[in-house]
T-cell receptor, first 114, second 116 residues
Framework: GQQVMQIPQYQHVQEGEDFTTYCNSS?????IQWYKQRPGGHPVFLIQ?????EVKKQKRLTFQFGEAKKNSSLHITATQTTDVGTYFC??????????????FGTGTLLAVQP | GAGVSQSPSNKVTEKGKDVELRCDPI?????LYWYRQSLGQGLEFLIY????????KSGLPSDRFSAERTGGSVSTLTIQRTQQEDSAVYLC??????????????FGPGTRLTVL
């Protein structure tokens, strides 16, 4: 079945350093979403990308959707302690527009040391 | 406005007992999802309801797991004859549109299930 993998599984950075997590799907996606889960919390939606090659920014966060719509990345510039948490990508399968569920990636846990 | 709510927030049960977990989605959301998250792990899809369509049960791990959604709103996830490996946080999410894998999913706070 379809799989969505993320690397790295875990990243520990010093506050102020940059961070990137990569998301790779075994099949083409109709769209990609990113969620953040704080420790002890539940996933919260960050952003959605739909177009091939799309890039979106939210303050220090930059999201990219690959040209082939099979991979995505999230880059955080100058991390802060508030960035701590697990970042999940989630892909919408490309079934020609048919309704379907999201496939969540394996997640990347970010730890930020002050 | 009110978000997705789940109850109970915590449930401790003995092996072999049945449990029911409840999810109240955001009003008007037609799609409802159940996920399971073991400690430090990702989200495991369990079941998906969309409108009046037959649910997608492809993620249910065994026939001990079942779910229903009454009146297109509240959903109950039932686990029969619980096992220790069922211990996890069970998350519910809902989304707005009738046709959408592209919609934002809004998650509830989850129910932490511990099977002794």
């Amino acid at each position: 079945g379809q799989q969505v993998m993320q690397i790295p599984q875990y990243q520990h950075v010093q506050e102020g350093e940059d961070f990137t997590t990569y998301c790779n799907s075994s099949t083409t996606l109709s769209n990609i979403q990113w969620y953040k889960q704080r420790p002890g919390g539940h996933p919260v939606f960050l952003i959605q990308l739909v177009k091939s090659g799309e890039v979106k920014k939210q303050k220090r966060l930059t999201f990219q959707f690959g040209e082939a719509k099979k991979n995505s990345s999230l880059h955080i510039t100058a991390t802060q302690t508030t960035d701590v948490g697990t970042y999940f990508c989630a892909g919408g399968p490309n079934y020609g527009g048919a309704t379907n569920k999201l496939i969540f990636g394996t997640g990347t846990l970010l730890a930020v040391q002050p | 406005g009110a978000g997705v709510s789940q109850s109970p927030s915590n449930k401790v049960t003995e092996k072999g007992k049945d449990v029911e977990l409840r999810c109240d989605p955001i009003s008007g959301h037609t799609a409802l999802y159940w996920y399971r998250q073991s400690l430090g792990q990702g989200l495991e899809f369990l079941i998906y309801f969309q409108g009046n369509s037959a649910p997608d049960k492809s993620g249910l791990p065994s026939d001990r797991f079942s779910a229903e959604r009454t009146g297109g709103s509240v959903s109950t996830l039932t686990i029969q004859r619980t096992q220790q490996e069922d211990s996890a946080v069970y998350l519910c999410a809902s989304s707005l549109k009738l046709l959408a894998s592209t919609d934002t999913q809004y998650f509830g706070p989850g129910t932490r299930l511990t099977v002794l």
